[in-house]
């Protein structure tokens, strides 16, 4: 099982950006859990990050035919992105919708997501800002298992 991990804007900054909000911890600490927790699963991930929507379009195009299922979050683009949503409509690959934050908390603006209606489920709330002492952040245990591997 061979499962493709986006991530979009600003999700490079985590740690610096908004800790009361996003968490204390780096990208490169979420990379590390996730990549932890995939192998746990049993499940192969390729993790990666741009500030471009274009870009993301053509990873998610890209992915056909060599991914399994899309672990995406497309932070910003998520509230204003028809080319991203129907990226994830034309591949058809198993997508879910990742947030680091509590979305339903904050502005209404981040309560809409354009690319939801392609995805298989959504996780939100994640972020380690609400559970300081938790060892993973929960994108890495929650987003995966809908991909969990079959074999033993
Ligand atoms: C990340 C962002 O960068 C915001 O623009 C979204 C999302 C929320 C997140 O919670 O992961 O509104």
Redesign the pocket.
């Known amino acids: 099982m061979n499962i493709l991990i986006l991530n979009?804007?600003?999700?490079n900054l985590l740690g610096l950006r908004e800790p009361e909000?996003?968490g204390s911890r780096t990208y490169d600490d979420l990379c590390k859990l996730i990549e932890a927790h995939a192998a746990e699963l049993g499940v192969s991930v390729e993790i990666r990050q741009t500030n471009h929507e274009g870009v993301l379009v053509d990873w998610i195009q890209a992915a056909r035919g060599k991914f399994d299922g899309i672990v995406l979050?497309p932070?910003?683009y998520?509230?204003t992105s028809v080319a991203i949503l129907d990226a994830v409509q034309a591949v058809g690959i198993p997508t879910v919708e990742?947030?680091?934050?509590d979305?339903s908390q904050?502005e209404p603006f981040?309560q809409i997501s354009y690319v939801r209606p392609a995805c298989v489920a959504v996780t939100?709330s994640?972020?380690s800002a609400r559970r300081p002492r938790q060892r993973s952040l929960r994108p890495s245990s929650q987003c995966l298992r809908p991909f969990r591997s079959e074999q033993p």
Do not use: D, F, M, Q
């Open positions: 979009g804007p600003n999700l909000i996003y979050n932070a910003a998520t509230h990742v947030h680091i934050s979305l904050r981040r939100c994640c972020s």
